[in-house]
Every structure is written in C-alpha cells, then in structure tokens.
C-alpha cells in the first residue's frame, strides 16, 4: 500500500504534461532558460554598443590632448600674448573663469534648489505645491540656449547692462536648480518618517526637526546632487558664447570686462586650422573632461559610502 500511495503522490504532484514543478528539462523551463538567455545577450549587446563611441571619444581626445596637459605651463599661464600661430601657452585663464563662474552658480543654486525641495516635501500641499513642481519639470527640460537667451533679455535688453562672467552664472542657475530640487526631494522621501514621528513625540518644532534630523540624514544624497548638477553645468557652451565674451587673459572679477572658460576656449581656436590652435583646442578639451569627470566621480564616491 505504501509503494502505491508513493507513486500516486509522484504523479499529483507532476505537472499536466507529467514533469515536476522545477524540471529543469521540461518545455517551459527550456523556453524561460532561452528567453533569460536572449535577453541577457542583448542586454550585454546593447551596453557594448553605447561604450563604443564613448570609448572612441575619450581614447581621441587623449591622445591628442594629453601632451599639453603634461607641462607645467598649461596649468599656470594663460594665453596673453600668445598668437594662434604660436606653440604653447596654458588654460589658468579658462580653469579660472570655468570655477570661478561654476562657483557662484553654486553659491545660488543649491539654498535655492534645496529649500525648494524642502517645501515640496515637508509643507507642499495643494494647488501652490503643484505649480511649484510643474515649474521644475519645465526648467528641467529647456535647453540650456533658452535659459541663455532668457537671462539676455533680462540682463542686457531690459536693463541695460553688459556681458559678464556673473551674467553667465544667472543663466547656469536656471540649470542647475531642477537638478538639484529633484534631487534633494529624492533623498528627503528616503528619510523614515518613524524619524519625523519620533523627534514630533518629543515636543520638537517641525523647523528644528527638519534641520536637526532630516537634512543631515539626507546629507550625503543631497551633496552627491549638487556635485552632479555641478558637473552638468560646467561643460555648458550656449550661455557662455551669449552671455560671456572669451579673453586671453585672467580676469578674477566677474562684474567686469571678458571672462575665459574651458568651453569657450574651445570654441575660440577651433576655428583656426593651425597645429598650435589644434593642440590647445584638445588639451582644454581634455581639461575640461577630467574636471567633470572628477566631479562626477567624487558625486557616486559619496552616494556610495553615504547612502540614507
């Protein structure tokens, strides 16, 4: 009797087509193993392909670049002086510009973007709350000619005033705020309200609660965002050729007179078929690649090492 009721169960417990459950020999399971399969290959394909020509890029700029970047003087001269005829010559003026003006957008970018993300998270409701995200989503999406010709209208049409570094910054605000709202709000919704609920428990103000538990609990992803968004706007081109004329030479104030920048730079002797404008033309390209690259990096290192 026991034999009998053993191969009864056996056969229960096989499938419609008398395989077991998790026969790995079975039709269905040899289908999901080919389908598993394919999509794996092709996920493996398609990564393949989208690192091709990014590789090809930074293996060409390198190579043509790196030569400049390898001597002491690209790194502490400027191009005062130097024709697009001669050799040599340094990218201080452009490092400058390009961190001075990065520095400022920063400066009124991120109390902006992060208490915005604040107010969305902890105190939007309602109709105001909408508008507020509506309008991020749409300064998220414009492109960065549009913020420029937006901060021309204003700075020199309206008012009057002339092209500078500062007025380049204004526009790279515009940029770098949506990038940052969105992602300090992602980072304010991963904090766990038992947290909120528990600092509310003790009689601590809402206000004090925010900037007591929340924001440093948020800290790492909020500076990783800010670090991203940094790095998106420094490699812009549009604002710069509108709004800030290129110089050869150092300027430190950005209220007054031509401000250079990596960007610009580039675009300044790319126009000149001259092996001395070429090799400077890659060697600030390349500059500008490793500085965003840097930022990039140091942004994944904190989300890494800092998650909430």
Do not use: C
């Not at 191969?7 to 419609?16: D, K, R, V, W």
């Not at 079975?26 to 020509?53: E, Y």
């Not at 509108?242 to 990596?262: E, H, Q, V």
């Not at 033309?281 to 090492?305: E, H, P």
């Amino acid at each position: 009797m026991s034999a009998v009721t053993s191969l009864s169960e056996s056969a229960a417990s096989a499938g419609p087509g008398g395989a077991a459950p998790g026969d790995l020999s079975s039709p269905a399971s040899s289908s999901r193993r080919a389908k598993d399969r394919g999509a794996t290959i092709a996920m493996h394909s398609a990564f393949v392909l989208a690192l091709v020509p990014l590789a090809w890029i930074l293996w060409t700029v390198t190579s043509q670049g790196y030569r400049m970047l390898l001597t002491s003087q690209w790194w502490m001269n400027s191009q005062r002086g130097v024709t697009v005829r001669d050799f040599g010559g340094g990218a201080y003026h452009a490092i400058i510009g390009t961190v001075l003006q990065a520095g400022v957008t920063a400066v009124i970018s991120v109390p902006i973007g992060i208490l915005t993300a604040i107010y969305l998270v902890e105190y939007g409701r309602g109709v105001a709350a909408r508008a507020v995200s509506f309008m991020v989503d749409v300064l998220t999406g414009i492109p960065s000619i549009v913020a420029a010709l937006t901060i021309y209208a204003l700075w020199i049409s309206t008012f009057g005033l002339s092209r500078v570094g500062f007025a380049v910054s204004l526009a790279l605000v515009l940029l770098m705020v949506p990038t940052i709202v969105r992602s300090t709000e992602e980072m304010l919704k991963l904090v766990p309200n038992e947290l909120r609920e528990a600092s509310y428990a003790l009689g601590v103000p809402k206000w004090k609660t925010i900037m007591r538990i929340v924001l440093p609990t948020a800290f790492s992803g909020i500076l990783t965002g800010v670090l991203l968004g940094l790095a998106r706007v420094m490699g812009e081109t549009a604002p710069l050729l509108i709004l800030g004329p290129y110089t050869k030479s150092i300027n430190f104030d950005l209220f007054s007179g031509n401000m250079a920048s990596l960007p610009t730079m580039i675009n300044q002797d790319r126009t000149e078929f001259l092996d001395a404008a070429v090799q400077r033309t890659w060697g600030a390209a390349l500059t500008l690649i490793l500085v965003v690259m840097l930022l990039n990096l140091a942004g994944r290192l904190i989300a890494r090492f800092g998650k909430v």
